[in-house]
């Protein structure tokens, strides 16, 4: 599982944003208990947020790959809308100046992080996207564990891959 893709802020503001979870493996991956911690510029957890029980997330390329976790007011459009999860009762969960988000698995271990600040990143920081754009891992969802290289700011397309 990575965090394939996210919209730190929309056109309807902070609370318009979400993240995009893929499955880039060959096989279901149960995501029960799995939690998405989302981070301040200064590293201070400011959610959490534990993902629905029997979550099981489809193989890539398959229907049901992607989980998407919206804001507040998330006003996108998403493609596949098997495993959506809306967070309403949250302010920004990830602020546009710097910030990060990591995915836990059931016993708490790190799965994957992006960070778009110097702190809770894998390698250097993603640079942070010009409003309305998101920061999204490339056509095959490759993990090099180094944020800079790895997000590039593309055009939102939560629940699909953008294009190539």
Known sequence: MVINEILLK????????????RNVSSVPVDLTGFTLRFYSSNCITTATVTLPQDTVVQPANSLGQYVVVTGLNFAGEIDD?????????SNDLMPTKGGAVSLHNLHGSRVDTVGWTPCLKEGGPARIPPQGLSLSRNHLSRDTDNNRTDFTSTPQTPGAQPAV
């Open 10 to 21: 929309g056109q309807f503001g902070e609370t318009d944003e979400f993240l995009e979870l």
């Open 81 to 89: 809308q098997t495993y959506v999860v809306p967070v309403l009762d």
